[in-house]
């Protein structure tokens, strides 16, 4: 994903990840020993802020994150 194809808001966000947990039982969002390192994988960008995912996000972060 790249800042030209980002998410751009929240609900799309939660819906990604929803779909994520739903879908697998991966213990992160990507595979870390792809990329050696910080290896962004979801980026979100809201008006002028900007976020990201990286591929070891772990699945209880995830979690926490949506139940809020």
């Known amino acids: 994903m790249t800042w030209n194809n980002c998410l751009t808001s929240r ?3 939660v819906l990604l990840l929803r779909g994520w947990l739903q ?3 991966a213990k992160t969002i990507g595979n ?7 290896a962004s994988l979801i980026k979100l960008k ?11 996000t772990k699945r209880p972060a995830v979690e926490i994150f949506l139940e809020n």
């Open 11 to 13: 609900e799309d966000l």
């Open 23 to 25: 879908m697998t039982s």
């Open 32 to 38: 870390p020993n792809e990329n050696i390192g910080v």
């Open 46 to 56: 809201v008006g002028d802020k900007r976020f990201e995912l990286n591929n070891d």
